[in-house]
């Protein structure tokens, strides 16, 4: 193994109780959509703490973390909201107060996916500690909103905070393989319209939200009915939310082969991420790597494998100065998209 890649993975290791200890910090603060303040104040805590050259939270509120100076700009994106808890009683454990042991960490969040935060932070200390620094200015960023609307934080830092990477690591949980992309995601909204009447005579009116019976049937239907993909497999739709308005109630790569000394198996994401901006709006190049499993987003217990916060911080480590050295002058580049941003 090349020394440089037996130097990070013991560091890497070193660190597992620190970012163990940040990742449990991180999922005891709530930071549900539109209310990730307390989450990004950590983060910028944890990031002055270990070392990085600036750190900046933008107007939308994500937050950015600089390590070296040099020309060739390298993103690595954790979205740092959460979905809420759902019912406290699908769960074993206190969702903020969560639940640690020799492998595990348990908590909202903890996959999905602040966990990455987590492994990013300390990569950059061991680039610090190592002196992995080159001609490549390395942006940590814990974007905001991503539940709500994926993507939509990286529209603003790319045409708002002007940031303009070569490409970006998704940290979203991988499960140890390298993903290569994901299903993406198209919102459509259907409305119905009636004439309101009082709920006691609803034969006076004309209810919407009867009309709206046999659309979902259809939708319903056409689920069942959308085509598979070799690679991202098949297509799905669901009614996510249904709303209402009346008068009243009443009215109705090789980094990886050369730390772990094995071939990576590369795959992707069943959900969409915000690669639906920086891929599939600004063609900027994406890869997926990072801790936990993608059964454990939303879902109760949510939990991560600590193996997996060293894996990543180390695999985090060796990128930017992998790339710089063998990839940044071969990288295609999307001219045209990069002169519409800027």
Not at 146 to 154: A, I, P, S, V, Y
Not at 182 to 191: F, N, Q
Not at 199 to 220: C, F, H, T, V, W
Not at 222 to 244: A, M, Q, R, Y
């Amino acid at each position: 193994m090349d020394t440089n890649f037996a130097k990070v993975l013991d560091l890497a290791k070193k660190y597992e109780p620190e970012m163990s200890r940040f990742l449990r910090d991180l999922i005891a603060i709530p930071g549900e959509s539109c209310d990730e303040k307390g989450t990004v104040l950590r983060i910028k805590e944890e990031m002055e703490k270990v070392g990085f050259d600036k750190v900046e939270i933008d107007p939308q509120g994500n937050i950015l973390g600089y390590v070296g100076h040099g020309k060739h700009i390298i993103a690595m994106d954790a979205h740092i909201d959460t979905v809420g808890v759902g019912s406290l009683e699908n769960w074993d454990y206190d969702p903020y107060k969560g639940f640690e042991d020799d492998e595990i960490i348990i908590g909202r969040g903890a996959s999905d996916q602040i966990g990455g935060m987590a492994s990013m932070v300390y990569a950059g200390k061991i680039i610090k500690d190592l002196g992995l620094e080159g001609d490549y200015t390395l942006v940590v960023v814990g974007s905001v909103q991503e539940e709500d609307c994926d993507g939509l934080c990286w529209q603003y830092i790319i045409k708002e905070d002007k940031l303009v990477p070569e490409f970006v690591v998704i940290t979203e949980p991988t499960d140890g393989k390298i993903y290569r992309g994901h299903r993406g995601r198209m919102e459509i909204k259907v409305l119905t319209k009636g004439v309101s009447c009082h709920g006691s005579a609803p034969e006076r009116g004309d209810n919407a939200i009867y009309k709206m019976a046999p659309i979902l049937q259809e939708l319903r239907g056409l689920h069942e009915n959308l085509l598979d993909h070799p690679f991202l497999g098949k297509g799905s739709l669901t009614v996510s939310e249904i709303f209402h308005t009346s008068p009243s109630r009443c009215a109705v790569a090789d980094t990886y082969k050369g730390l772990f000394g094995k071939d990576p198996v590369v795959d992707k994401w069943t959900f969409s991420t915000n690669g639906v901006s920086i891929m599939g709006r600004y063609g900027i190049p994406c890869i997926g790597f990072g801790p936990g499993h993608e059964d454990q987003a939303h879902a109760p217990n949510e939990r991560t494998w600590k193996k997996e916060l060293v894996d990543c911080a180390a695999m985090y480590a060796m990128i930017p100065s992998i790339y710089v050295q063998d990839y940044a002058d071969k990288m295609p580049k999307d001219t045209e998209n990069l002169v519409k941003i800027k």
